[in-house]
């Protein structure tokens, strides 16, 4: 099988299969072999490891990983790519194809039934490598970081501005709910940024490749995981006003006992959420929690 790093190469499977780039599924197909090749190594995959991989597309991204890692699911959700990753896996063996909406997967339950349980939950740990579809990122980040699955790490490539979101530290406009919850699960760190050229078709945004490390234990102690996303949701959700105002405008509580609350938690409440950090919203939360 030719490789498909070039836009010849592309070109000619997409034609030969009559295929139509779908636009609203996120379809961006990559065609650099180096990033391709920065993806993989990031994900310090061996022949132990099962990778998942979300959107396998054409298929460039599944040959590399399977080439790698002892396992390779790769989930796509357009029917009309089935043919095409059927020819172009044809030589990659430990690949398999399913077909299937990533937002709605059961990471741990596919990973079991297609391992024989060696991988999945209360099992061995898998990665998840990935060139993302745009359009579903931050939900499916939110799926796979509260859907308790045993991941050990991602690596995925996203727009640049959702990925600055991710590693955003307290104080900045790219800071919100989205930055607290990944920091609170992993430890993001850049791999690679990618230009828009070395797709077809180009996208409207520039990329970053991420890679997101879980931790091995929580980085702040909280008395209840979900109070706190409720309270960093509240906090950020009306960014102009106070601390105070954005947690009595969201309807958790009314504004004395926020006052009461933000007064035990030692935080004052004319400061903004995005200025606190996570140790600080795990003071505000637990505050919260024990006393209402
Ligand atoms: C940016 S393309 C990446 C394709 C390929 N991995 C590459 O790097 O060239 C995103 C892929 O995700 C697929 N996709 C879109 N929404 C999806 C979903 N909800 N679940 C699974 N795959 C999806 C698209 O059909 C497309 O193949």
């Given at each position: 099988m030719r490789e498909l790093t070039s836009p010849a190469a592309v070109r000619e499977i997409i034609n030969a299969?009559?295929?139509?780039?779908?636009?609203?599924?996120?379809?961006?197909?990559?065609?650099?072999?180096?990033?391709?090749?920065?993806?993989?190594?990031?994900?310090?995959?061996?022949?132990?490891?099962?990778?998942?991989?979300?959107?396998?597309?054409?298929?460039?991204?599944?040959?590399?990983?399977?080439?790698?890692?002892?396992?390779?699911?790769?989930?796509?959700?357009?029917?009309?790519?089935?043919?095409?990753?059927?020819?172009?896996?044809?030589?990659?063996?430990?690949?398999?194809?399913?077909?299937?909406?990533?937002?709605?997967?059961?990471?741990?339950?596919?990973?079991?039934?297609?391992?024989?349980?060696?991988?999945?939950?209360?099992?061995?740990?898998?990665?998840?490598?990935?060139?993302?579809?745009?359009?579903?990122?931050?939900?499916?980040?939110?799926?796979?970081?509260?859907?308790?699955?045993?991941?050990?790490?991602?690596?995925?490539?996203?727009?640049?501005?959702?990925?600055?979101?991710?590693?955003?530290?307290?104080?900045?406009?790219?800071?919100?709910?989205?930055?607290?919850?990944?920091q609170y699960f992993t430890q993001p760190e850049v791999v690679a940024r990618v230009p828009k050229t070395v797709f077809y078709p180009a996208p409207e945004v520039e990329s970053t490749v991420i890679r997101l490390t879980r931790r091995p234990a929580p980085p702040v102690a909280l008395d209840h995981e979900e109070t706190f996303f409720k309270v960093v949701r509240a906090a950020f959700g009306q960014r102009r006003k106070t601390l105070l105002n954005a947690l009595a405008g969201s309807g958790l509580a009314d504004k004395q006992i926020w006052t009461e609350v933000l007064g035990r938690a030692g935080l004052d409440p004319a400061r903004r959420g995005e200025t606190l950090s996570l140790e600080e919203f795990a003071q505000l939360a637990n505050a919260f929690s024990r006393w209402y």
């Open positions: 299969h009559g295929f139509k780039v779908r636009k609203a599924l996120g379809q961006n197909f990559l065609m650099d072999a180096n990033i391709i090749d920065k993806i993989v190594q990031a994900a310090n995959l061996s022949e132990q490891d099962l990778a998942f991989e979300i959107g396998p597309g054409l298929g460039v991204l599944t040959r590399r990983l399977a080439r790698s890692a002892g396992k390779v699911l790769a989930v796509e959700i357009d029917r009309n790519l089935l043919p095409i990753l059927k020819e172009t896996l044809a030589d990659s063996a430990g690949a398999e194809v399913i077909h299937g909406d990533a937002l709605k997967l059961d990471f741990d339950r596919l990973a079991s039934e297609k391992t024989g349980g060696i991988f999945g939950s209360r099992a061995r740990a898998y990665k998840l490598v990935a060139n993302l579809p745009y359009y579903i990122t931050t939900p499916l980040l939110i799926h796979l970081l509260t859907g308790g699955f045993n991941l050990e790490c991602m690596v995925v490539m996203m727009q640049k501005e959702v990925a600055d979101r991710l590693k955003a530290p307290p104080g900045g406009k790219d800071y919100g709910s989205l930055s607290v919850l990944v």
